[in-house]
């Protein structure tokens, strides 16, 4: 059974889609079946994992307004064991179109479900806001985890999302919990990173991932190649700790 793991903040430029990226490739790469849902309409975790927008004619809004099974727009990745639902243009307008559709946040969730016996992780790579596409997205998910950027305004929104988690849990989905946050674009000689990160530390203990995705130049050029940074450059700092990342998350699920 496939466990679907949310990627989520409102707070845009936290590394959010390079965490989906690199995470989904890492754990490819350490064995697993790994399917990327791109819900963001950006598009950018798509065209990081090399797949050209201009040429895409289906995706995750086809499934959603029910157009398309999931198989049918399923595109491979240049990292074997990664498939991806990738975002169309057409997911812009998916919010609107859904509005008035019967049982619209569970539109995911339905797709999904289709896929819990080919894959061991989904990964769902969630729009910067709160909108109807991250409901459905949080409806669908097991477990949410949270990039948060080593940055003065970290915090800055985090208890709308926490409170958004939780009346997703409390009214469409019971089992949905919080994987944990991670701390991203960390500079260790940077006084005001480490406080971000002993703040963060304080308030949420051991959900905050021990691994903290440092600033990497590497991480940044990787996606314009449309390759995950263990694939473009795999002894940098920014691969090392994405690789580390998937080994804590998966002797986490080991221990739980």
Known sequence: MARILAISNQKGGVG???T??????ALALAGRRVLMVDADPQGNASSGLGCDRDDITMGLYDILLGFRDLE????????????????T???????????????????????LADADEAYDDILIDCPPSLSLLTVNALTAAD???IPLQAEFYAMEGLGELLRTIQA????????????GLLITMHDARNNLCKEVETQARSLFGDEVFATVIPRNVRL???????????????????????????????RRRARA
């Open 220 to 250: 940044g050029e990787a996606p314009s190649y449309g390759r995950s940074i263990l694939e473009y450059d795999r002894r940098s700092t920014g691969a090392v700790a994405y690789q580390a990342l998937a080994d804590e998350l998966l």
């Open 143 to 145: 477990a949410v985890l």
């Open 20 to 25: 989906a990226i690199n995470l989904g490739a």
């Open 89 to 111: 243009r057409d997911l812009l307008g998916a919010d609107v179109e859904l509005v008035d559709e019967e049982r619209r946040e569970y539109r995911l969730k339905k797709a």
């Open 168 to 179: 997703v849990k409390r009214g469409l989905n019971p089992r949905l919990s919080r994987e």
């Open 16 to 18: 959010k889609t390079t």
């Open 72 to 87: 049918s727009v399923l595109q491979p990745t240049t990292v074997e064991g990664l498939d991806l639902v990738p975002a």
